[in-house]
């Protein structure tokens, strides 16, 4: 592929900073905005907990809906395909990562029998734009641009420095970036990632802005994921703010959950995953070391949500926000990745959340991201599975839409289907397609009742759920199923295998049923 220079991409990704005021176009579809966060846990923004600085979150929050039980697929890949095509991630193809594991639930691509957001709205008449991680597929037919989309800077890997496109990796995985079908360069003066991908949105709406159609922006951010790298002013804000350490804080979050109604008092805070380390016991110096850890985390969702509010501004501007409908959610639970132990890991040790600096916040601040919860991203247990959802849409969502309802990535596509009018295709380019697994929102979303999903499911790498009625069952790879009522216990802190033994094996016959229907197979022998 044809490399770009750096310069190239500067000057195509910072056209959008005008702001330019223009009357309301009257459309006749609403213009569809969904941003998603990388390893963002259920309690890291404020409006669900969090003590990080996020005001246009908490203030779409304040004026649209949030539904608590909201689910990913529990990793990257796999939810990035759930979100994109509205099926279960094995029915995409993408029930593990990008490699190809020898069947098609995990080929490692998205599948010719599935078919994109874009895709279908692009065909209905939508401008459609990318920026950020894309993650879905290392092949051509998976890109971005071959996917539905008009204009699209990617990343097609898991994770980026946020100042380079240097390796991260010392076994020969390279950090690949896409405008359009070519691949770009980043080096060591480029823009910082969280803001080159709002940059390169807000240009993509500019460019477009007198074609009177309505729009569909994916903003795939890859903050706050790995390496913890942020820009100094904002690390600065939090420096300091976290040598209370990793317990104190999320206690605080989990009375703010409370207080808030996001969470039911009658659950209990799991238990707490330190990793063995007692906060009382660590030196000043490793306390400092600590709390700067979680202060760059911290800073790169500061910056996330100052760049959300610069591309809801220059709609606003463009005279769109009251024709537009606005998704955040996150694609699974705070990571317990302890990138300094990962031999596969390039080890840099320059000035700590810059360039030259490799670090994850590491385990015992990644349970601090998921509070109330157990269990981190790659788990099937509410840690690595639960997200905040956000959504916004003038005039249309009630401000204060508080909903319960277990719902799933797989209900994204079809709400937005729902809202835009545009039916569901039965092929696409001469393939079949598979049909979409999930229910619409918009009811629920506008304070009536969507119909309940009869069950939810989940399995990746070994580790494995269902939720149906008040249950759920989840077992980790090689570990025995347990079984919580979800509706007393959503924390799982009391497993009911032993009292519930008929209800723990029928969930698990309906686990199997699905398991078969979309292909999973047995991780120990795949992997």
Wanted: hydrophobic content about 35%.
């Amino acid at each position: 592929m044809k490399k770009l220079s750096l310069v190239l991409f500067v000057l195509v990704s910072t056209l959008g900073l005008s702001f330019e005021i223009r009357a309301q176009t009257s459309l006749s579809k609403p213009n569809i905005v969904v941003f998603l966060a990388d390893d963002l846990g259920f309690s890291d923004i404020g409006a669900f907990g969090s003590e990080i600085h996020t005001p246009t979150l908490d203030n779409l929050a304040k004026k649209g809906a949030v539904l608590t039980q909201f689910y990913n697929a529990g990793r990257c890949c796999p939810s990035r395909a759930s979100l994109l095509t509205g099926l279960y991630p094995h029915q995409a193809g993408v029930g593990d990562m990008v490699q190809d594991k020898g069947s098609p639930a995990y080929q490692g691509y998205l599948s010719k029998h599935s078919v994109t957001i874009a895709q279908v709205l692009q065909k209905a008449g939508y401008t459609t734009i990318v920026s950020g991680k894309w993650h879905v597929g290392l092949v051509p037919s998976a890109f971005a641009h071959n996917r539905g989309f008009d204009e699209s800077f990617t990343l097609l890997n898991n994770g980026s420095n946020y100042f380079n496109s240097k390796p991260l990796y010392n076994d020969g995985r390279t950090v690949t970036f896409m405008l359009g079908d070519k691949e770009i360069v980043r080096h060591d003066t480029s823009t910082y990632l969280t803001q080159a991908i709002t940059n390169f949105a807000i240009a993509s709406l500019d460019k477009h802005k007198d074609e009177q159609k309505p729009f569909f922006l994916y903003v795939a951010y890859n903050a706050p994921h790995w390496p913890i790298q942020a820009l100094p002013e904002d690390i600065a804000k939090y420096k300091g703010k976290y040598l209370n350490g990793w317990g104190s804080t999320r206690i605080a979050r989990f009375k703010k959950l409370q207080a808030l109604g996001i969470i039911d008092k009658k659950w209990n805070l799991s238990q707490a995953f330190n990793h063995g380390l007692d906060w009382n016991n660590l030196t000043a110096s490793e306390k400092d070391q600590w709390d700067t850890r979680m202060a760059i985390y911290a800073a790169m969702i500061d910056r996330m949500d100052t760049c959300i509010g610069q591309i809801l501004d220059k709609i606003k501007a463009l005279g769109q926000e009251q024709n537009t409908l606005v998704f955040f959610l996150s694609d699974n639970g705070g990571s317990a990745d302890d990138v300094r132990n990962w031999s596969y890991v390039h080890q840099k040790n320059g000035t700590i959340g810059g360039v030259d600096y490799i670090d994850s916040y590491q385990t015992p601040w990644g349970n601090v991201s998921n509070t109330p919860f157990q269990l981190f991203k790659k788990n099937t247990h509410e840690g690595g599975i639960a997200s905040p959802l956000i959504a916004y849409f003038p005039k249309q969502i009630k401000a204060g839409v508080r909903s319960k309802r277990a719902s799933h990535l797989i209900d994204i596509f079809p709400t937005i289907l729902e809202w835009a009018k545009v039916p569901y295709p039965a092929t696409f380019q001469e393939n079949t397609l598979t049909l979409l697994e999930g229910i619409s929102l918009k009811q629920e979303l506008t304070g009536r009742k969507s119909p309940e999903h009869q069950a939810l499911y989940w399995e990746h790498e070994g580790s494995r759920a269902i939720r149906k009625g008040i249950w759920k069952a989840v077992a980790e790879n090689n570990k025995a199923w347990e079984l919580y009522n979800i509706q007393d216990d959503r924390t799982e802190t009391y497993n009911l295998a032993n009292q519930h033994s008929d209800t723990l094996k029928a969930l698990i016959a309906d686990y199997e049923t699905w398991a078969k229907k979309v292909g999973v197979k047995d991780w120990n022998v795949i992997k």
